[in-house]
């Protein structure tokens, strides 16, 4: 059942993320706090894409040819049953519970920080800038409606700000960086909103006109759309977006075995 699909159980989430720590997979693979940002942007955004696309990106920072030297095919078809869950588990709780959701974010206590602790949320907003990457040009309209393109500055700041300058000033103390973490579960339920109501739109009535399509998808009609409890709808059904991607996935699958050790 669908259902079955709703959240990673925290036995589940260890494993996943055990097996990105573990010294199978290249040094550079995501961990599963990327991760988590990188599925969110996957399923939020533009368009559906493939995880014959993304899973290379999640192996190897830029989408290098590396891949995790998988023990057997068991493992390979058991980690990509692992993502694909969570991925799932990431669209269902937008779309089904908005209010429910929150990035999965790493927060060690303060006398476990070091200078190499990653500043708090960077590598989730790092993995959701990665997955806006794959679709770069298909989300500008987020960025040029009004108000709506506000919606992706907490995440580009915290992904952004120990590097790019544009962003340096909002990160520079912990109660400025606390307010931007604040603000990601809602930017990050806006923005599905915003995309998930542009998709309905333009598939119900399909060659309907630009301004019509504008006007359906508002950021002021999205933000009065989000009152507590409302059980949004999903833009596509879950278990049919699993059995697609078992499909697609599985010549990845086969690819992977042939590196196992």
């Not at 290249?26 to 961990?31: A, G, V």
Request: proline share 7%; net charge negative; with cysteine.
């Amino acid at each position: 059942a669908a259902g079955a699909f709703v959240v990673v159980r925290p036995a589940t989430a260890d494993e996943l993320e055990g097996f990105l720590a573990s010294d199978l997979v290249p040094p550079d693979c995501m961990d599963l706090e990327m991760l988590d940002g990188f599925l969110t942007a996957i399923v939020s955004g533009p368009e559906s894409v493939q995880p014959s696309e993304w899973l290379p990106q999640v192996w190897s920072d830029g989408g290098r040819t590396s891949n995790p030297a998988f023990t057997g095919n068991e493992q390979a078809q058991r980690i990509m049953e692992l993502m694909l869950r969570h991925m799932v588990g990431i669209q269902r709780t937008l779309g089904e519970s908005p209010t429910r959701f929150k990035p999965l974010l790493y927060m060690p206590e303060e006398k476990q920080r070091n200078d190499k602790t990653p500043p708090e949320a960077s590598a989730w907003c790092e993995g959701y800038m990665s997955g806006v990457k794959l679709r770069d040009d298909e989300w500008q309209p987020l960025y040029d409606a009004q108000d709506a393109g506000d919606w992706m500055f907490p995440i580009e700041a915290l992904a952004f700000g120990d590097q790019d300058p544009e962003f340096a000033e909002w990160v520079d103390d912990k109660e400025k960086r606390a307010n931007l973490v604040d603000e990601l579960a809602v930017a990050s339920v806006l923005i599905f909103r915003f995309w998930q109501d542009r998709r309905r739109v333009s598939e119900a009535r399909g060659s309907g006109s630009r301004r019509e399509l504008h006007e359906a998808a508002t950021p002021g009609a999205l933000r009065a759309a989000l009152p507590p409890a409302v059980n949004l709808e999903l833009a596509f059904d879950a278990s049919t977006f699993i059995r697609e991607s078992i499909r697609d996935v599985s010549r990845t699958i086969f690819e992977a075995a042939i590196l196992v050790v």
